[in-house]
């Protein structure tokens, strides 16, 4: 039934409409009459800056419902254009649903068995990193469900592992991506804090499982962050990782990574360790030795010369072509307006790393520019599933939401209603909260003229469309105009019997039991469909606390 029977939501929820759902900066908007949304012609301009305190860095960008739990292994295949690219990689989002319906047995026999599967073949490590990937967020709901796993009695070294993920991106995302010169005392002291938890677990699952290069990897990457009265590791580190694993990537990156001038390294010094490695067994290696170029880049991103920082991407990407460097010559291309070039480059990065958050956010951002709303909402919904402090997805979710909305009016007047609620409920997984989407959402599906007088044909819709999910929620919302709520309940308890995943009818049929005043059925819906991946039951669920 329709949405409005939410209108009497808890305090917390508007608070969250004002924090998540924030105006899009670059597009005016009105409502006509329809209750639609109509877009004004200015042009989508850059956001300004993240804000500098490290809370407003970690604060979580969009509600999200985890995804539902898969039977099998959190593995999806990939057929990549490029030979280097991978044949499987980590599902990160099925790995947090593990986390997030405390599936730790089965959390941690993966990770066991993929660590099992690097200590084999070193051409499997990036599968134990895209694990950690799932982790690597800052979203502080996370630690909890993290504390969770540790806390359960599991003996492996996976929950200390993830939850050191966890910590080194909380530590690094409060510290901001400004010079040190101009971030604050405080951000400073929040990146030491997380380092140091980090550190701790890190060491725990080493303790536990003295192969596992991935915790290493998380200490040498955090080298560059650690205190000055903390003793460095940075060489003890390469040394453990030479004798256990000496093609190995990830780490050598981290430590020549940390070797570039601006972590206080030097040219001299990084291109010293890049011909030291053996590249004719790993050749992914050679990245390393576009690293002095990529500072390089840096140094002229940071001066706004974009000709100088394609060159110099293009002289790091000479020695290796990789993901990294593809993705930055996205975001370059992209500022000097080339969009399809932007594009194309970072599809090239995702075909190298298929669903890594960051790539992911990062091409929603160049879709924004090219007004493929549809494209970027569903990159950046995957993205914030993983993670959701994510700066980019901070800067364009806005604007991402607005557009949809915006979009699936046009959709509407111009006679594609399937094409207009895709839109609408895209924008409502990004924002569930939001009130244009929900209104406009909800003015689509009743239609015009009054639906009450349409629902003779509605019902027969619903009988000839029996698995049609659209027909009978026409149907619902034109009974609940007229008050007929167990109607409405009867109707989708003959479609979830054969339908029974579907978690969008579980969320309609809530709405009904609530107007009957059955609020724990209500709220036993709202939760089914939160698990089954609709984050407007996850909004339900959770009234009277934040929603997850």
Not at 74 to 85: A, E, F, S, V
Not at 92 to 101: E, G, T, V
Not at 255 to 260: I, N, P, T
Request: glycine letters at 6%.
């Amino acid at each position: 039934m329709p949405i409005v029977r939410r209108a009497s939501s808890a305090p917390v929820l508007a608070a969250l409409v004002a924090l998540l759902v924030t105006p899009a900066l670059g597009c005016s908007k009105k409502k006509n009459d329809a209750g639609g949304a109509e877009a004004g012609a200015a042009a989508i301009v850059h956001a300004p800056s993240p804000k500098e305190r490290p809370a407003d860095r970690v604060a979580p960008v969009a509600l999200v419902a985890p995804v539902p739990l898969a039977d099998g292994p959190p593995l999806l295949t990939h057929t990549p254009k490029d030979p280097r690219g991978p044949k499987e990689y980590v599902d990160r989002a099925a790995l947090r649903s593990l986390l997030y319906f405390k599936k730790y047995a089965r959390l941690s026999a993966f990770f066991e068995e993929i660590q099992a599967r690097f200590e084999k073949d070193a051409a499997d490590e990036h599968l134990v990193m895209e694990a950690l990937d799932a982790f690597a967020s800052a979203d502080d709901a996370l630690r909890a469900e993290l504390d969770g796993w540790v806390e359960s009695g599991d003996t492996s070294f996976a929950p200390y592992l993830a939850r050191a993920a966890h910590h080194t991106e909380v530590g690094w995302t409060s510290r901001g991506a400004l010079v040190a010169s101009k971030t604050s005392a405080e951000s400073f002291e929040k990146l030491g804090d997380g380092l140091t938890l980090a550190g701790k677990d890190a060491d725990k699952a080493l303790a536990i499982h003295p192969k596992l290069e991935a915790a290493r990897v998380l200490l040498m990457r955090n080298e560059k962050g650690r205190k000055k009265d903390t003793p460095p590791r940075a060489k003890a580190l390469l040394a453990e990782s030479e004798r256990a694993c000496p093609s190995c990537f990830a780490l050598r990156f981290a430590y020549g990574y940390g070797r570039m001038p601006r972590w206080g390294g030097s040219f001299e010094e990084l291109d010293a360790f890049a011909k030291t490695l053996p590249v004719e067994k790993r050749p992914e290696l050679a990245t390393i030795a576009g690293l002095s170029d990529y500072e390089r880049y840096l140094q002229a991103t940071g001066k706004k010369d974009l000709d100088a920082a394609l060159a110099s991407l293009s002289a790091a990407s000479a020695h290796y072509d990789a993901p990294l460097f593809a993705r930055d010559r996205a975001e370059v291309l992209e500022r000097k307006g080339d969009s399809a070039g932007a594009l194309a480059a970072i599809d090239h990065a995702l075909d190298l790393r298929p669903g890594y958050p960051e790539y992911l956010a990062t091409r929603a951002g160049i879709l924004t520019s090219s007004k493929r709303w549809v494209d970027a909402g569903r990159d950046l919904l995957a993205a914030v599933r993983v993670s959701r402090t994510n700066a980019e997805a901070r800067r364009i979710l806005a604007w991402v939401v607005e557009w949809l909305v915006w979009e699936g009016w046009e959709k509407k007047l111009a006679g594609e209603q399937d094409a207009a609620l895709d839109r609408l409920e895209l924008a409502l997984e990004l924002a569930p909260t939001d009130k244009a989407a929900r209104q406009t959402h909800t003015s689509i599906v009743l239609g015009e003229p009054d639906p009450s007088k349409r629902i003779p044909a509605l019902e027969a819709a619903v009988r000839d469309k029996p698995n049609d999910f659209r027909a009978h929620q026409a149907l619902d919302y034109a009974l609940a105009r007229q008050g007929k709520y167990p109607a409405v309940i009867t109707m989708w308890n003959g479609y979830l019997g054969r339908n029974p995943k579907d978690g969008r009818a579980y969320l309609e049929r809530g709405g009904a039991y609530q107007q009957l005043g059955d609020a724990a059925a209500s709220h036993a819906d709202a939760k089914r469909a939160c698990d089954l991946g609709f984050a407007e039951g996850c909004v339900e669920a959770s009234r009277g606390s934040v929603p997850r």
